[in-house]
């Protein structure tokens, strides 16, 4: 036998004290004002479906005295359930409520008819059944709680009316989140963060324009132009208009978001995301033209806002440390009159390199490279057991960080190979050195490494090797 509680239930006990209230109330001539009050939201009932979407409902009941208000709210809550996917072939919901009616007498007469969902009548929380093979359909009262309001809709009808879940999943309640991703919140826990990037660029290429940072939400960027906006993920691959390939406007996989790609005619680019990103993406613009000025936007949590700012000053600057241009050495000042001598033949210092001709050659060194670009020889000088080349960058392929106008470029040995003349353009890969300590970064040209004068033809090739980089 079950002895009895020592303790009443909760929502007992709250009824006895109103109950005492009330008398207490009544006993010394007070009379009742305002609403009443409501008891305990019971617990929610199960979903409505055995699959998919569903319905769960809660309640509440007013308590309220003599000459009391009603309760001020809802005495309902709805909110969606989701349960795992009806398996394939599964009868849909609204044509399970209408097959109900099949064979049975309708419209007063002995007629039975087999129905079907009707979708094109008025109230489309009403269960509108159309006779198979006959023109006309019949209302049977509303459809159950948490059948769909139309076919592919998202709102789910709720005692006659279609009604949308907000943000905290409660149908009807209109509650949205705010730019940030907090359901209901007031902007207030993050930042905008909003420029207009303006640097025409030195050369022709690629351009880092800003980095977009984890947790970043409703990005946009556009520009009008005919230079082309190119995105990279964190691994360092692109995820449009990458290596010089322009892609094709449309939905984008990028950092856990959807990236939406469009290009007009105008010419005008955009891109969307409604984030949060789940890593960084570095966004760039590949330049055909001076920059007009692209515009980019997005939302950033306010503890992600001072990093952010720390690393695009740094991204702003080239990692490597501009390094004491050397003075080329000049030759003695001839004399006024030199007598004739007739020349003699030194030996060249400098061993044959090795031949690096081939596609095999140039597709190896485009795709181990950090950065490939066309740049014309400013000078040389013998440095330790290095040489060391001052470039100025004319045209960028590839490129892993920022590249100055002007650059040096360190290739092993005083004989390396190739040799690079001065005065000349050169199409070149090289690779990122950094010493561990971090006090040497260097652009390193590998022994017998790709570098070729160039030309037009040499130009398509490079082009052409660059879409057969594996990934």
Not at 50 to 71: I, K, Q, T
Not at 304 to 319: I, M
Not at 413 to 424: D, F, Q
Request: aromatic fraction near 8%.
């Amino acid at each position: 036998m079950d002895s009895a509680p020592l303790f009443p239930r909760p929502h007992l006990f709250q009824n006895l004290l109103l109950f005492l209230w009330a008398l207490l109330n009544c006993g010394l001539g007070v009379s009742a004002q305002g609403p009443g009050e409501w008891t305990p939201w019971v617990s929610w009932t199960r979903c409505s479906s055995s699959c998919g979407r569903g319905v769960s409902v809660r309640s509440r009941r007013c308590l309220r005295l003599p000459g009391e208000e009603p309760c001020w709210g809802d005495s309902h809550e709805y909110r969606l359930c989701q349960l795992p996917d009806c398996p394939p072939g599964a009868v849909p919901f609204r044509d399970l409520q209408c097959a109900l009616y099949n064979g049975r007498p309708v419209l007063g007469t002995q007629k039975t008819y087999q129905w079907v969902p009707f979708h094109g009548a008025p109230n489309q929380c009403d269960l509108n059944c159309l006779a198979e093979g006959h023109a006309f359909y019949h209302s049977f009262g509303r459809v159950l709680d948490g059948t769909a309001c139309s076919p592919g809709a998202q709102g789910v009808c709720v005692a006659g009316r279609c009604l949308s879940a907000g943000c905290d999943g409660l149908l009807g309640s209109g509650a949205l989140e705010d730019r940030c991703g907090r359901c209901g919140g007031a902007n207030d826990s993050c930042l905008f963060v909003q420029r207009v990037f303006r640097d025409a660029g030195a050369f022709a290429g690629y351009w880092n324009v800003t980095l977009i940072p984890e947790g970043a939400r409703h990005i946009r960027v556009e520009h009008r132009s005919r230079n082309h906006l190119a995105l990279m993920g964190g691994d360092g691959r692109y995820v449009l208009n990458g290596h010089w390939v322009v892609s094709p406007p449309g939905t984008y996989e990028a950092a856990g978001t959807h990236v939406v790609y469009t290009r007009d005619t105008g010419p005008q680019e955009t891109l969307q995301a409604a984030g949060p990103t789940s890593h960084d993406l570095l966004l760039q613009v590949l330049l055909q033209e001076p920059n007009p000025g692209i515009e980019f936007e997005f939302w950033l949590p306010r503890e992600r806002y001072s990093p952010f700012q720390a690393r695009v000053q740094a991204l702003g600057w080239p990692l490597r440390q501009p390094q004491p241009r050397g003075v080329e050495p000049q030759p003695p000042a001839a004399p006024a009159v030199t007598p004739a001598q007739t020349p003699t033949l030194a030996p060249d210092p400098c061993p044959p390199c090795p031949d690096t001709r081939g596609r095999a050659h140039r597709l190896l060194h485009y795709c181990g490279s950090d950065f490939v670009f066309q740049a014309r020889v400013l000078g040389h000088h013998h440095q330790a057991q290095e040489t060391r080349y001052e470039v100025r960058i004319q045209l960028v392929y590839k490129n892993r960080s920022p590249l100055r106008a002007r650059e040096y470029v360190w290739a092993p040995g005083h004989c390396p190979c190739p040799m690079l003349a001065p005065h000349r353009d050169y199409l070149m890969a090289v690779q990122r050195l950094v010493s561990p300590d971090g006090t040497q970064d260097q652009l390193l040209l590998p022994h017998a490494g790709y570098a070729r004068p160039w030309s037009p033809a040499e130009d398509s090739r490079i082009r052409l090797t660059a879409r057969r980089c594996p990934g």
